[in-house]
T-cell receptor, first 113, second 112 residues
Framework: EPEVTQTPSHQVTQMGQEVILRCVPI?????FYWYRQILGQKVEFLVS????????KSEIFDDQFSVERPDGSNFTLKIRSTKLEDSAMYFC???????????FGSGTRLTVV | DQQVKQNSPSLSVQEGRISILNCDYT??????FLWYKKYPAEGPTFLIS?????DKNEDGRFTVFLNKSAKHLSLHIVPSQPGDSAVYFC???????????FGKGTLLTVNP
């Protein structure tokens, strides 16, 4: 079964450093998403991406965040200057046309120290 | 801003019995509801969904019921199996934005 692949599975970074979280969505999917889950809290929407541009973003997704699809396969989330409160599990997801059930990756656990 | 609420953080049932997971929502604009299952160290996995124009959807051992007037949905698992032990998330979206709003999840434990 096709999968969404996320790397790395765990990233530890110092506060103020930039991080890039990587995702390889399912190849024929057109819609891409990032969600995050802070420990003990809900899974929260960050951003959706379609046709090489952001289609919607949440309040969380401020100027410190950016997304990119640099080639035909990767989808990245960059946090420019990490804060302690960015520590969370970050999930990438993709969806095909008419496919209501997203496919999520296994997540990247980001720890900011 | 708890638009989707799962008020039971955990549920424990015996193997073979029915598991009922509940979810309430406040946003009447939601028109599609989904259940996801999550194992530790994995991402959420889509389980079953229901459109707001229906009141029931069934897929094997899993049935989702929607009561729009009460803004309530439930997931029934019959019979429950130990492999069903996981965190179950209720989620919803409205219109064509397909942006998921999740509940906090319910940890289901099915005891052999």
């Amino acid at each position: 079964e096709p999968e969404v692949t996320q790397t790395p599975s765990h990233q530890v970074t110092q506060m103020g450093q930039e991080v890039i979280l990587r995702c390889v969505p399912i190849s024929n999917h057109l819609y891409f998403y990032w969600y995050r889950q802070i420990l003990g809290q809900k899974v929260e929407f960050l951003v959706s991406f379609y046709n090489n541009e952001i289609s919607e973003k949440s309040e969380i997704f401020d100027d410190q965040f950016s997304v990119e699809r640099p080639d035909g396969s990767n989808f990245t989330l960059k946090i420019r200057s990490t804060k302690l409160e960015d520590s969370a599990m970050y999930f990438c997801a993709s969806r095909g046309e008419g496919n209501y059930g997203y496919t999520f990756g296994s997540g990247t656990r980001l720890t900011v120290v | 801003d708890q638009q989707v609420k799962q008020n039971s953080p955990s549920l424990s049932v015996q193997e073979g019995r029915i598991s009922i997971l509940n979810c309430d929502y406040t946003n009447s604009m939601f028109d599609y509801f989904l259940w996801y299952k999550k194992y530790p160290a994995e991402g959420p996995t889509f389980l079953i969904s229901i459109s707001s124009i229906k009141d029931k959807n069934e897929d094997g051992r899993f049935t989702v019921f929607l009561n729009k007037s009460a803004k309530h949905l439930s997931l029934h698992i019959v019979p429950s199996q130990p492999g069903d032990s996981a965190v179950y998330f209720c989620a919803a979206w409205r219109g064509s934005n397909y942006k998921l709003t999740f509940g906090k999840g319910t940890l289901l434990t099915v005891n052999p």
